[in-house]
């Protein structure tokens, strides 16, 4: 008989993963391995340490459970070498296996280290294909072959083609492909949100909580409360609380933001998508029946697909297309550093203090608070694209270089020269007035363009137009403001960039 040894990471916690096909109960055994190096690469939010360390013991035990031997390494065994490399080759003297298995990784880091190992450890390796995303890294890349640009629509519904879903025969149900500009309403004065689903913690999760605050205390992020769903069944419930009480309302207000509220109505499942505990096609597979159901609208269910087939998929294929080179372009040549505030919160514009309060206490933010708030001010302050990437990577708890990387390198911070988007998504403070009520309680009046009361945002926009139209001036879909850049009076646009300036040098960058 062959023993199989076979590795099970963390953000690899799925029952049908490739890896434990063909599994033998009575032979084989899985490894999992709790690691100082993959909790410091980046200095990662504390709840972001406890969600996948909780999860990580649960999905052991429920292995167990089935009767499978697990060889599980906690943070603080002795003997704990706290790199992957190091714990494979001891559980390889452990129990000398004919063989190891593994499933590819979601970071090109480990990727990397992984095509090591069929040097370095005495023991015949197998990686496996990632099954678990509908299209295959092969299978973007066909898709990709010869294309200077690359845009998620066009990916999106093929991916719509492959699955069938929202199909009827070959065309999208409703008559067209995507429903977003259904999507962009700001949020009723009024309105009454959903009471959103959080979990209590159980023994376990109590344990990797002290764990986490002994070890990780001088880490970004509040531990507590910590609400997170550690198991699959959790995290099913917690799919089925937003299909039954929020998907209905999710697609008009999924831009939307409001003061006070974290969560409004976002499914809050990417961690557990991210980690393995939910499957995308099971996903879309509950928002389509609400649809068909007639209990949520075409818009949400659409919108809600969309981001897991089509922009989900979309940015993993990009990252494993064009990595590694990918990582080190900087198109618009930004290198401002980071601003304290990002760690500490301590900031007058009101947008970005609570979307920053948000993040430290809960390891999350919607997109568009991540897109429209905190990456719009990096985009037009100029932040450094590996500075603000690092920032991403470590405060969400759903961030993983593959889906973080592209996101914040392409479509936040333009940094890929439009590859993966045909424009930055630079905005004004005029974007944040219009969805959400940021500014009622901010320092700063979004009406007003320039002087000590003007919205930083607003002239920050024009200095970035300026100070990139060599580079974005002839780009086709920002004709507009670039007209309107051209009719501005030299001594406008001298003031304007004198402001920006002043602004900018008075940011608090890291204590030293």
Known sequence: ????????????????????????????????????????????????????????????????????????????DPGNT???????????????????????PGEWRVWEMMQSWREELDCPLTIHPDTRFIASRAEF????????????????????????????????????????????????????????????????????????????????????????????????????????????????????????????????????????????????????????AGSAPLNAVEGFIRQVIGWREFVRGLYWHEMPDYAETNHLDATRPLPWFYWSGETSMNCLSECIAVTRRHAYAHHIQRLMVTGNFALLAGVSPREIEEWYLAVYADAYDW????????????????LLGSKPYAASGVYINRMSDYCRGCAYDPTIKLGPKACPFNYLYWNFLIENETKLGRNPRMGMPYRTLGNMPPAQRKDISEQAEAFLSALPNAPD
């Open 82 to 104: 706290h790199s992957f490399t190091g714990e494979i080759r001891r559980a390889i003297a452990r129990h000398q296996p004919d063989q190891v298995h593994v499933t590819e």
């Open 141 to 292: 890349s066909l898709w990709a072959q010869g294309r200077k640009q690359y845009r998620m629509e066009y990916f999106y519904r093929e991916m719509r083609r492959k699955t069938g879903f929202l199909m009827e025969g070959d065309q999208p149900v409703g008559g067209q492909w995507n429903f977003d500009p259904d999507n962009r309403k700001a949020l009723p004065k009024g309105q009454t949100l959903p009471q959103r689903l959080r979990f209590e913690t159980d023994a376990i999760t109590r344990d990797v909580l002290a764990l986490v605050e002994a070890r990780f205390a001088d880490h970004f992020g509040d531990l507590k409360p910590f609400g997170w769903a550690v198991t699959r069944a959790g995290a099913l419930e917690a799919l089925d609380h937003f299909i039954r009480d929020c998907l209905p309302d999710f697609g008009d207000f999924q831009d939307a933001m409001k003061t006070g509220e974290s969560f409004l109505y976002h499914s809050v499942i990417s961690p557990y998508l991210n980690a393995g505990l939910l499957e995308a096609r099971e996903v879309c597979e509950r928002a389509e029946a609400a649809y068909r």
């Open 1 to 76: 008989m062959t023993r199989t040894l076979r590795l099970v990471l963390g953000d690899q916690l799925t029952r049908s993963l490739s890896a434990l096909e063909g599994l033998d109960p009575s032979i084989d055994i899985v490894l999992m391995v709790e690691v100082q190096a993959e909790a410091t690469y980046v200095r990662h939010h504390k709840q972001k340490i406890a969600f996948l360390l909780s999860a990580m013991r649960h999905f052991a035990d429920e292995l167990q459970a089935e009767g499978i031997s697990v060889d599980y390494v906690r943070l603080d």
């Open 403 to 418: 889906v973080e990387l592209p996101n914040v390198h392409g479509m936040v911070m333009h940094a890929d020269g439009g």
